[in-house]
DNA sequence: GATGAATGAGGTTTCATTCAT
DNA sequence: TATGAATGAAACCTCATTCAT
């Protein structure tokens, strides 16, 4: 094994941990001393990795961030027409969430709070390259409406993670029916007439 | 002026300024002495009125909510036939986020906090019990869909909320006839048929 | 006692623990911790007092230069003619030192430190005004020679000091009529001729 | 280049970080991690050539003392008479002052520091027993007074550091007429009658 | 009721030092 | 020899909470 591929593990030991104690305890009651004991690393590594803990929270946010892009557009939903695609990758998303509960209770922690001060920032990423052509080219051909990306986004994605959330905590248990159903009626929510 | 309402005078100081510094600086990096200062009231006080910190955030999240449910009703929508009286209730939500964005942004930030164990708990308030009886209604008529509330709210309400969020920060600028078209939108995703 | 005394007693427990801890221990190798045992109160209190370490001993060290000037003009050396008023100025300097170990070796390792990143500055008080006022006369009058107030300042006061610091250490022990030809040498060395 | 050589260099880096450093931030605030950067060396290897932080500390100074005690007796002042061997040597001490700033910063924050626990030692050099010889002739000449070394040193050399620092640090600019009468008030501080 | 000085446990971060490579 | 990742004790500082006034 690699020297490089060892500090890898280390990283990733500290990012597991990181996600493990926050999304059981909170930004607030998340001391470094307890996600360093979880990571079997001391306090001092994880500031060898990482600048502070802002530091690391944001790392981690994107890592995450990253992950999710690369599911969502799984299954090459750009090849099915309008509107498959965007079920497709309606139910790509919520699979995801409901398959990282830690990753989701993160990610929404994240941005409701003060540590996301930026606006709807996307990961620099080959498939959200990929997703934004595909809406570009549903807009051109008049299929989906012209509203702003982060009205889009609320109505389709904004819902499947909350719904998500909701699953995971046990609350509601949706079938693969009902799930195209709902996916069906957030695509309508976008689409034109 | 009583005893009484001096005292209320006092919790109604320390709710405001509990609910400004955290919409500002999010849980984590609200010391109770710098809610204190913005009440103009002691440490000490804040602990006559709440048995503790997490008592006054609690607190304050159920006045927010139920102030909430009041707004939500307002104009009177059950009057009003299907699906008029939900899209009214839709546009009283998304108002009254819009109208109250430290509420909205301090709700957010509680719903996504592990304070929030409980699931979906509504206030036990006269407007809710009118909401819950309309959906009842609703579905007894066969005009929406048998879905856990959970669901339901997530396409309707939910997505109120967070298109008011990205409105605060100041990303979009919905009109009055893309509000009508976005709550058209979300009533049809719960609407049978 | 009022508050006010009270508050003041902290202050000077705080400051006398500090200046003990230092000039025994240095400025590295001085925890608050420490000084907080010393004083007897918590390491918050001290926090309540001073806005951190630096400003603690930043306001240490204005604290003790008051003093020592005040102790320079003891005796009334003004009403003294030229230059019977500088050797006694300087013998209440070499006498407030050896009186003073603690504030002494704590003085010169400030000043020797980058703390002071400031040039000669002294406290705006009485007692430097009316030094001042007889520096400028003894130059008007022609009997002290035109130097920068540094280099008069290395030529006398700088020297007491450190020979204080040899007194205190032991090393070695000046007596009356010692520190009488030591201080005229030193006056000698910035008169006129 | 041999090992030795290599060796040496190795340690002369640093000693020059470490002078550079700790002259810039002082003892506290000049970690071992930085002053390892500075000297494009791991920390690690620090620890090769010095067993600890003090032991670098002490090494440094004494390779400073060393080198000040070589340029004290530069141009063979032992060949002058009395007083102007003398005052060659103060001019001598403040030259090596004002051209080695670090040096000087250095020395002074250790002579004033818990880490001078020793009374006045001087390097075992050649330099310092010509000089402690030349002091002894004067005395037995009956030209210089019979006073403790430490008194000797801080009436004349002891006011060449300070005045040094001041120059470095820009409060002062002495000429060499002025720098001549400055180093004979020195000398006729310490000479008999 | 109201105050705010005081507490001290515990938070984040630093840093001298070690040791496997 | 040389490295630098890793350690963990300990530094500085915060802050929920108490309590004498």
Chains 1, 2, 3, 4 share one sequence.
């Not at 305890?25 to 990482?50: C, N, Q």
């Not at 889009?152 to 819902?159: A, K, R, S």
């Not at 046990?170 to 309508?188: F, H, K, M, P």
Request: charged content about 20%; proline content about 5%; some cysteine.
């Amino acid at each position: 094994m690699t020297d490089q591929t060892i500090e890898q593990d280390k990283q990733q030991l500290i990012f597991a941990a990181t996600l493990a104690v926050i999304s059981e305890r909170g930004f607030h009651d998340s001391p470094v001393s307890v996600i360093a004991k979880r990571s079997g690393v001391s306090p001092g590594t994880i500031y060898h990795y990482f600048e502070n803990k802002d530091d690391l929270i944001h790392a981690l946010f994107w890592k995450i961030e990253t992950a999710f892009a690369a599911a969502l557009m799984a299954g090459d939903p750009q090849a099915e027409p309008w509107p498959d695609h965007l079920e497709h990758i309606w139910l790509n998303a919520f699979a995801f969430y409901v398959a990282h509960p830690e990753e989701t209770l993160f990610l929404e922690q994240y941005k409701n709070s003060p540590y996301q001060k930026d606006a709807f920032i996307l990961p620099d990423s080959d498939e959200i390259h990929r997703l934004m052509a595909l809406i570009e080219a549903d807009q051109q051909n008049g299929v989906m409406q012209r509203l702003p990306i982060e009205v889009l986004h609320e109505l389709t994605l904004g819902v499947a993670v909350r719904l998500a959330k909701r699953q995971i905590a046990g609350a509601i248990d949706l079938d693969q029916s009902e799930l195209a159903n709902i996916a069906r009626s957030c695509v309508r929510a976008v689409a034109v007439g």
